[in-house]
């Protein structure tokens, strides 16, 4: 996908968070672009593979040289606003031109359902380009959030709520109980 030096598509502010308990959350990211909020609702593992590609992708790329601080005063976002969508596939770019790094998401309900319509003809539902100082804070608020859900026992790693945890690796948790178990046919002769 390929964008001109289109400065509509510049994030002017950019966060990663979790709505919820843990167990029970919804991921999003907002952005603001042109003064407009965006809100691109995504699962756990969508923000967890947004935020391991970022860092990759910065890893990757030669060095440039220091970056100048946001000069602009935070917007907030607008947390009502109807510019948001479920995220289905996700796309990250780099642009040398202007040395930034690009996130697309496309909502799940436009997807194609059929194999008639190529991917690459369905427009993006968002689009917006970040520093690399934006992608390090996603890259890390990502992680946090992701690593702030329910802790995954260390046997079978699946994860632990509140109550009780019935983990299949650790012994005397059948899948039925012993009461309804066959009996032992050697133990009658």
């Known amino acids: 996908m390929k964008f001109g030096a289109n400065s509509d598509l510049e994030a002017q502010r950019l966060r990663v968070e979790a709505i919820g308990e843990p167990g029970q959350r919804r991921f999003r990211l907002l952005a603001i672009l042109t003064g407009h909020t965006y809100i691109v609702w995504m699962e756990k593992q969508q923000l967890q593979a947004l935020g391991l590609a970022l860092e990759q992708m910065l890893e990757q790329l030669p060095d440039s040289g220091p970056e100048l601080g946001p000069t602009a005063v935070p917007v907030e976002f607008d947390l009502g606003t109807r510019r948001q969508f479920r ?35 369905v427009p993006a539902s968002f689009a917006c380009r970040i520093t690399r100082e934006q992608a390090r804070e996603v890259s890390a608020d990502a992680a946090a959030v992701v690593a702030a859900g329910r802790p995954r026992c260390t046997m079978c790693g699946a994860p632990m709520g509140p109550g009780n945890h019935v983990c299949p690796q650790q012994n005397g948790h059948y899948p039925t109980a012993l009461s309804d178990a066959p009996e032992d046919q050697d133990a009658e002769e």
Do not use: F
């Not at 995220?87 to 998401?105: F, H, K, Q, S």
């Open 87 to 121: 995220a289905g596939r996700m796309e990250l770019g780099y642009d040398e031109g202007t040395d930034t790094l690009v996130i697309v998401a496309h909502d799940i309900n436009d997807e194609p359902e059929s194999g008639d319509i190529p991917l690459e003809a």
